[in-house]
């Protein structure tokens, strides 16, 4: 198995538990604060791992500066694998957490090689479609990479001084001057909130996909390495799963036949969810005399990550491995469940365009 994360892939991870060995990613279990955590994603194991959440919570208890970052990539409209980071950034303010958002409209351009005016267009859209999926706007503070400031650039810079290509190579794979200028400007996006002139220090967490691990360690490395001359302290962090497409590989926007979009409409939505990838048996007989297989199945994903509660979560896999239901079915109930949850959201995203002025709560960078 090809154990190497590397955030710019869409590979999916197989066997999370080896994350916990040879990454030293530490499992969610052994954190405390049950009362906090109560939501899904975390009590289905969904977030699974994490970096320092303790000393987060710890913080965040105490009463001290917390605040949750996290960015996103503007290319194409989001879909439910980045819903599922506005669904994380919902719940951490919901427990008294402020959240930063960063819009890597510098590394869509350099390394997704995106045209420049399609990066902003798409980051106005990520900023009203996370606001529609109810991260609140008071409580948020959303930029733009390209429209910083300098002080922010020359972190980058002086980042760059104390790192090697071969300790780079390491982390990430191959590199190309692209990929290089986009890891230390995550880096900046990570560590800069630690900074006097961007409000003093604050404990950071970061929510993430697993896939994004390469970058935490990274800052947390430079954070160690600049401890002294800038004060930084090691960035938290936590790892969800990696939404699975309709296919079984990790959904993305660049195999957009297998990933739902939050735009997408009723006929879309049922084309993809009935060619999905199930853990049906070959034929009907078959499932009804052995049942099926939701542990292989692209729909129960769906329903486990976004769509039911636990006694329907329960309900379901019981039905579908004693082969009460069958995959037809399964699916027809599947996209009504969906259909309503776009449905809702296109409503709030309508809501979000007619009503807010997005240039008052962020800085859109010039061209
Ligand atoms: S019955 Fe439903 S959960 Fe079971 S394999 Fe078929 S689609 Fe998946």
Known sequence: MDIRIDPWDYKIIQEYDKLFTVFGIQSIDSIPYKDLLKHHFFTRRI???????DKWLNALRRGDKVIVLTGF???????LGTAMVFEELKFFQEIGASVKIVIADAEAYAVRREDRGSTIKHGIEFIKHAIAWGIDPNKSEFYFQTAMKESYYRLIQMFSRKVTAAEMEAIYGDLTPAKIMAALTQVADILHPQLEEFGGYKHVLVPVGVDQDPHLRFARDIADRFSEELGFERPSSTYHK??????????????????????????V??????????????TAEEQRRLGGEPWKCMIHELYV?????????RKITEECVTGRILCGECKRIAVELLVGKLKEHKKKYEEVERTFNIEKIVKIPAF
Do not use: C, Q, W
Not at 242 to 267: C, Q, V
């Open 73 to 79: 990539m503007p290319s194409g409209v989001p879909h």
């Open 269 to 282: 939505v049922r084309k993809k969810v009935m060619m999905a990838l199930t853990g049906g048996r070959a």
């Open 47 to 53: 977030v699974f791992g994490h970096r320092d959440f």
């Open 305 to 313: 990550y976004f769509m039911l509660n636990d006694e329907d979560v």
């Open 242 to 267: 990696l939404l699975r497409g309709l296919d079984g590989n990790k959904m993305s926007k660049s195999r957009p036949d297998y990933a739902i979009f939050l735009n997408d409409d009723e006929n």
